[in-house]
C-alpha cells in the first residue's frame, strides 16, 4: 500500500466517523423532538381533562342553584343534585365521571367550640356510634371546647388523639364552620340514630326515607321523637368528586361547594378545589373556616 492509500484510508475512517457522529446527533435531535411533542400533546390533553372536570362540576352547580328555587325546603337524595352525572359520561373530547357528596350528612364536630351541652351530649354518642369509648370521645371533644375549631380531623393527631379514633370519626363526623346542622335526610343510619339517642325510631325513619325519598317534621311526629338540636331537611355543602379522561391524560379533582342564599340572588360558589390521582382517597377538606370563593 503506497503513501496515498494509507492517507485515502485515513481520510474514510475520519469520513465514516463524522457521518457516525452526525447520525448520532440526529438521532438524539429527533428523540428530543419527539419527547417535546409528546409532551405538547400530554400538556393539551391534560387541559382538555381538567376543562370537562370543571364543566362537570359547574353542571352539578348549576343543578344545586336550580334546586334552591324549586326544592328550597328540603334536601334529599332522589334530587337531580344527588343523581346528576352519577354514570359515566363519554364525549367526543374526552370522558369523565362525577360522584356528589352532601357535607351535611356529617356531625359537625366544630360545633362542640361553641359549648352548647346538646352538641356536647349528640357528639358523645356519635363518637360511640364510631366504636370510641366514653374517654377517648370526651378527650376529642375536649379538644374542641378547650383549643378552638379544627381545619381538618386530621389535625386531632397533634393532640394526641390516635389515628384508629380519627379514622373511626370520619364516617360521621367533618370538620366544618361550627354552625352546619345535620341534614335529617342524607345522614346515615349510625349517626341517625346516635342523634336521636333512639335506634328503633332511626330504623322506621330510614325505612320511611327509603320508601318516600325523604322524611318531614311529620315523620319524626308520626314515630315520636323530637327533631334534635343542630339537625335540619337542607344541606348547604357537597363535595363534587370529578374523574375526566382524554386519551392518556386523568385529572381528579373534588371541589367542595357551598350554597349561598339571597334575596333574589342565589349562587353556589366553589370554596375549595384539590387535585391529584389520590384526591378522593385523602381526608375531606374543611368548610367554613375562612371559606373563600375559588374560580
Known amino acids: 500500500m503506497t503513501g496515498r492509500d494509507g492517507e485515502a484510508g485515513v481520510i474514510l475512517v475520519n469520513v465514516l466517523v463524522v457521518l457516525a457522529i452526525a447520525a448520532g446527533l440526529l438521532v438524539v435531535m429527533l428523540d428530543a423532538q419527539d419527547r417535546a411533542l409528546s409532551r405538547g400533546r400530554l400538556g393539551a390533553n391534560v387541559a382538555q381533562a381538567e ?75 356519635i363518637g360511640a356510634a364510631a366504636g370510641l369509648d366514653e374517654a377517648a370521645a370526651t378527650a376529642v371533644a375536649a379538644r374542641i371546647v378547650t383549643g378552638g375549631p379544627i381545619r381538618s380531623l386530621s389535625d386531632l393527631a397533634g393532640s394526641g388523639v390516635p389515628a384508629r379514633d380519627i379514622a373511626a370519626l370520619r364516617p360521621l363526623v367533618d370538620a366544618l364552620s361550627g354552625e352546619e346542622r345535620v341534614n335529617l335526610n342524607t345522614v346515615g ?51 363534587i368528586d370529578v374523574a375526566a379522561q382524554v386519551d392518556d391524560a386523568e385529572v381528579r379533582m373534588v371541589s367542595r361547594v357551598r350554597r349561598i342564599r339571597g334575596v333574589g340572588a342565589n349562587a353556589v360558589v366553589a370554596v375549595r378545589r384539590r387535585r391529584g390521582p389520590d384526591v378522593g382517597e385523602r381526608p375531606d377538606p374543611p368548610a367554613g373556616l375562612g371559606d373563600r370563593s375559588v374560580r
Open 51 to 125: 376543562a370537562l372536570a370543571l364543566g362537570a362540576e359547574a353542571s352539578v352547580r348549576t343543578a344545586l342553584r336550580r334546586d334552591m328555587t324549586d326544592a328550597a325546603r328540603e334536601d334529599h337524595l332522589n334530587e337531580p343534585w344527588a343523581t346528576a352525572l352519577q354514570q359515566e359520561v363519554t364525549l367526543d373530547t374526552g370522558r369523565f365521571r362525577v360522584a356528589v357528596r352532601d357535607a351535611n350528612a356529617k356531625f359537625d364536630i366544630n360545633r362542640l367550640s361553641e359549648r352548647r351541652i346538646e352538641d356536647a351530649r349528640a357528639f358523645l354518642r
Open 189 to 239: 343510619e349510625a349517626a341517625l340514630s346516635a342523634l336521636l339517642n333512639n335506634p328503633i325510631a332511626a330504623a322506621r325513619l330510614v325505612r320511611i326515607r327509603t320508601s318516600a325519598g325523604r322524611i318531614d317534621p311529620a315523620d319524626l311526629e308520626r314515630v315520636g321523637v323530637v327533631q334534635p338540636v343542630g339537625t335540619g331537611f337542607t344541606s348547604d355543602l357537597w363535595d
